[in-house]
């Protein structure tokens, strides 16, 4: 039974730091690429960060590019967003997926919140 | 960057009725060495993350029911639902994985008419 599990999040000040974490338990993580989805509230999905599975390969979108950095830990099947320099718009439900180009497993998601 | 642009943006069915989402891409999303369209639909329910139902355009996922049906026609795509449950009120998103940023619909609303 494929599990992935987030954890992180919370509420910051603009200019500020989280990082979030995802563990996967269920399928070989070590052998997929995973991505990081976020969710304004209310609003549609937004690809944030893919990784392969060997972190040779990372892809950032635009918006976050120089301010979020993705990462794993292959031997405990975690994946990471160091998210810095926050701001409002950054505000989102963010989710965990595994990266087959389409998403099968996706985290539960963690809420965002960047306000002062 | 390749545009998703779904319609409608919501769409209200009576129960037992077809459903019909439409999406539409800014540029082929079809690899030819495989003739696969690099095309995927999700299905969101309020406070859930999203769950995938089609990918490669057609292709329904284990455990999906089978009133869910996906189409394409050149770089226009439909999701179909056959014969609409009470279960399937959700937001529905297409997705293209063909290029670099992976992009979205902006999502239609299903909902009971």
């Known amino acids: 039974q494929v599990q992935v599990v987030q954890s992180g999040g919370g509420l910051v000040k603009p200019g500020g730091s989280l990082r979030l974490s995802c563990t996967v338990s269920?399928?070989?993580?070590?052998?997929?690429?995973m991505s990081w989805i976020r969710q304004a509230p209310g609003k549609g999905l937004e690809w944030v960060s893919y990784i392969s599975n060997t972190a040779t390969i990372i892809y950032y979108a635009d918006s976050v590019k120089g301010r979020f950095t993705i990462s794993r830990d292959n031997a405990g099947n975690s994946l990471f967003l160091q998210m810095n320099s926050l701001r409002v718009e950054d505000t989102a439900v963010y989710y965990c997926a595994r990266d087959s180009g389409s998403y099968d497993h996706w985290g539960q998601g963690t809420l965002v919140t960047v306000s002062s | 960057d390749i545009v998703m642009t779904q319609s409608p943006d919501s769409l209200a069915v009576s129960l037992g009725e077809r459903a019909t989402i439409n999406c539409k891409s800014s540029?082929?999303?079809?690899?030819?060495?495989?003739?696969?369209?690099?095309l995927a639909w999700y299905q969101q329910k309020p406070g859930q993350a999203p769950k995938l139902l089609i990918n490669?355009?057609?292709t329904r996922e284990s455990g999906v029911p089978d009133r869910f049906s996906g189409s394409a026609s050149g770089t226009d795509f439909t999701l179909t639902i056959s014969s609409l449950q009470a279960e399937d009120v959700a937001v529905y998103y297409c997705q293209q994985y063909f290029d670099t940023p992976r992009t979205f619909g902006q999502g239609t609303k299903l909902e009971i008419k």
């Open positions: 540029q082929s999303v079809l690899f030819s060495s495989n003739n696969k369209n690099y």
């Open positions: 490669w355009a057609s």
């Open positions: 269920g399928f070989s993580f070590s052998d997929n690429y």
